[in-house]
């Protein structure tokens, strides 16, 4: 823990200690103006120190691997990793003078084939180990179904803890809406928040019977947590995604921090709305984000410093006891993971709004198996990079955490039309209540040119399928993979498909097969998808949004 500012010696040191970025803000009048004074500030009056650790979206990346470092040399280095991980959050805890409080915020158990394969079982021992004291569920943790989610959940140590997650047919909560803590004097509420929109845009049968869209009666709880439970800190474990989480700060200002997660940004500084101090950790645990912040005597946040650590295997052993779970765990799941299937030649990563050499891949695979006009790919966020290479079953699952039977049908143009525009409001509205966090739509066959501040309806500037512009009365062959529990007529979030069937393979066949005819690929980037008005390459979803707003701050990769 700091207490004292850091000379710019320090401050030197610590960045080139891998530590992304550093930010004090002093004095009160500092949040309403947004403005950071120099790091050679200091609060004037006596304060006291409090530790915020935090990690998100681990995505049950259980062991060290490669990660993506625009900018760095190497550009792919190898990260995280549940060891590695638990080995920085001692650190930090150690470094540190005040309370510490450890904050999960969720999607932990989906993201890798023995994930998928033991369904969340191989991350349980090993995120217990990791000591979070809070933890608020992501949208992707009930992926294998309402009973395991709630099984899951009740067999973690940390307080779980949710306001929005209901049961749909009572309305009763499933989680208590915040979690008090108190170390050492200080007394933090954690309010757990999850997506809106996460029981709409799932799978049916993954949130049967739950409901994550209410929020009624969140400002008056706010309230009660100040006023009756006289709470030194409210922070908001978010897991809705940053800009969403900024429109939250807004609206309900009661909250002193929120520590956001979901949409995998690297926040490299703090951004302030009001007087709420927000950050987001990034994801895939090669990254540890810790806040420091000075109280008062009246319990009032006088300074702050957020710093974004790297969770390198250059610069952090692995703790024995957590590395032995992670061992006992993936044991059974090895030789499966480890099968070599394919070879690349180029990179193959997920990073990008607009476009993915990975799903270009995948979609090009789905197409080659099913002779459709148009293959997509539903717009993850999550998945690790793959240096050219080998290819292994693991690799796959790390991009395609799941397997579903492949839907085939035709659309008309008119309707393919409709789908794209839906899909692009949900990625770039200028109103935060519509944003469902994800990337856009992927596809192979189809090219799409659109203007990101065009508006709702009016994004789609031209559409080429098979080369040829779109016409709206054609008919078009599609194939996605199927979301269990959708209606027939749904593939891939389009509504209305006409004479849908399932092809014979599922989705992870289709790839293998792929790769028995292509056992070499090179993917990359083609314009499959790409804005008159934003750059050729957009990292971060939260930066083009908040384009000119205050509290806007340096993303990373940009």
């Known amino acids: ?192 928040l999850t997506d809106l929109k996460a029981s709409d845009r799932h799978s049916p049968d993954e949130f049967a019977g739950l409901d994550t869209s209410r929020l009624n009666g969140l400002s008056e709880f706010l309230n009660d947590l100040k006023s009756k439970e006289r709470v030194t800190l409210i922070v908001g474990l978010f897991h809705t995604g940053l800009t969403v989480a900024r429109y939250l700060a807004r609206e309900f200002p009661k909250f002193d921090i929120i520590l956001s997660g979901h949409t995998h940004e690297r926040t490299t500084q703090s951004i302030i709305e009001g007087k709420t101090i927000i950050v987001e950790s990034a994801g895939m645990g090669s990254f540890l984000g810790r806040l420091d912040v000075e109280l008062n005597a009246g319990n009032e946040i006088v300074a702050h410093r957020f710093r974004l650590i790297e969770v390198s295997a250059a610069n952090t052993p692995e703790n024995p006891v957590v590395k032995q779970l992670v061992d006992e765990n993936l044991k059974p799941y090895r030789e499966r993971a480890n099968t070599v299937v394919g070879r690349t030649v180029t990179p193959i990563m997920r990073y990008d709004v607009l476009e993915t050499s990975a799903d270009d891949f995948i979609t090009d695979a789905l197409r080659d198996e099913t002779n459709v006009d148009i293959a997509f790919s539903n717009g993850f966020r999550f998945g690790l990079p793959i240096p050219a290479g080998n290819i292994t079953v693991g690799d796959l699952w790390n991009l395609l955490p799941m397997d579903a039977r492949i839907k085939v049908g035709w659309v008309t143009g008119r309707q393919l039309k409709d789908y794209l525009e839906n899909e692009l409001e949900l990625v770039y509205s200028p109103d935060p209540k519509r944003l469902s966090g994800g990337w856009g739509p992927r596809a192979s066959g189809m090219m799409m040119r659109y203007s990101m501040r065009a508006g709702q309806g009016k994004r789609v500037q031209e559409v080429h399928v098979g ?63 790409y804005a008159d008005d934003l750059a050729p390459v957009v990292f971060s979803q939260d930066s083009i949004l908040s384009e000119g707003q205050r509290g806007s701050y340096q993303a990373w990769g940009m």
């Open 467 to 529: 080369g040829k512009i779109l016409d709206e009365t054609e008919r078009y062959t599609v194939a996605s993979c199927e979301r269990s529990g959708e209606p027939l007529d749904v593939i891939c979030r389009i509504r209305g498909v006409h004479d849908v069937t399932f092809a014979p393979q599922t989705i992870h066949q289709a790839l293998i097969t792929y790769f028995q005819k292509h056992p070499v690929i090179s993917p990359s980037r083609e314009g499959r998808a």
């Open 1 to 192: 823990m700091v207490n004292m500012p850091l000379t710019r010696r320090e401050f030197a040191a610590l960045t080139a200690g891998g530590i992304l970025s550093s930010q004090w803000l002093v004095k009160p009048s500092a949040y309403a103006e947004a403005k950071a004074t120099s790091p050679d500030s200091q609060p004037a009056e006596t304060t006291r120190s409090v530790t915020l650790l935090h990690f998100t979206d681990t995505h049950a990346q259980l062991e060290t691997h490669w990660d993506y470092l625009p900018g760095q040399l190497p550009a792919f280095q190898q990260m995280g990793g549940f060891a590695r991980l638990k080995t920085a959050i001692d650190r930090e805890i150690k470094a540190s003078q005040g309370p510490v409080f450890v904050a999960d915020g969720g999607d932990e158990f989906q993201g890798s084939g023995p994930a998928a394969w033991s369904r969340g079982e191989v991350i349980l021992d090993p995120l217990n180990a990791l000591g979070a004291d809070v933890f608020v569920p992501g949208n992707w943790e009930p992926v294998y179904g309402p009973a395991r989610f709630r099984e899951l959940m009740s067999r973690l140590k940390a307080q779980v803890t949710c306001f929005n997650f209901h049961e749909k047919s009572t309305g009763h909560r499933i989680f208590p809406p915040a979690s008090i803590i108190e170390k050492d004097g200080c007394r933090i509420a954690f309010v757990g």
